[in-house]
T-cell receptor, first 111, second 114 residues
């Protein structure tokens, strides 16, 4: 089975950098997704990692270490609009199997 | 390109009733997945449909069912509603539901059971 852990809440200051961690214990692994969800809105896709290393997309970067069962989402130059929940989701190893989501990290950006 | 559309956005029902929620995926997407989202449990997978066939099913009771039509639109049905069914129901579509393809979510249907 899959077990995914993320911190429940985080607070950071506008303009700063924040790192949101995600650890997973799985019987296999076939990729990890990060989603952003603003209150009352749909989750939106941020990044996908399947190989070890860092993927950078503008102010957002995502890192994966498969041997450690660990990923993080790095948000730079924080803006107030980054206040949202960030969801980590793991794809199990078998083909066409559903994503397993963590419970999400609620990030509050303060002035 | 239109996104994933879910209707209705809000719904209020009473215990014992049944409800049908609708999801229109992004044009060309053939995989549709349904999730239940609650503050305590996060996103819980309900089921996935691909080419009108249920391909995966989560750990929900048989009161939760769904189907997919030939145009890839999907519906989910919940019968004999219980208070604990109050949640945000999200639908997500992807091209074929394969490993590296992200899912695109609709805004959800917020179901409240009185």
């Amino acid at each position: 089975g899959q077990n995914i852990d993320q911190p429940t809440e985080m607070t950071a200051t506008e303009g700063a950098i924040v790192q949101i961690n995600c650890t997973y214990q799985t019987s296999g692994f076939n990729g990890l997704f990060w989603y952003q969800q603003h209150a009352g809105e749909a989750p939106t896709f941020l990044s996908y990692n399947v190989l070890d290393g860092l993927e950078e997309k503008g102010r957002f970067s995502s890192f994966l270490s498969r041997s450690k069962g660990y990923s993080y989402l790095l948000l730079k130059e924080l803006q107030m609009k980054d206040s949202a929940s960030y969801l980590c989701a793991v794809r199990p190893p078998s083909g066409n199997t559903p994503l397993v989501f963590g419970k999400g990290t609620r990030l509050s950006v303060i002035a | 390109k239109a996104g994933v559309t879910q209707t209705p956005r809000y719904l209020i029902k009473t215990r014992g009733q049944q409800v049908t929620l609708s999801c229109s995926p992004i044009s060309g997407h053939r995989s549709v997945s349904w999730y239940q989202q609650t503050p305590g449990q996060g996103l819980q997978f309900l089921f996935e449909y691909f080419s009108e066939t249920q391909r995966n099913k989560g750990n929900f009771p048989g009161r939760f069912s769904g189907r997919q039509f030939s145009n890839s639109r999907s519906e989910m049905n919940v019968s004999t509603l219980e208070l604990g069914d109050s949640a945000l129901y999200l639908c997500a579509s992807s091209l074929a539901g394969q490993d590296n393809q992200p899912q695109h979510f609709g805004d959800g249907t917020r179901l409240s059971i009185l």
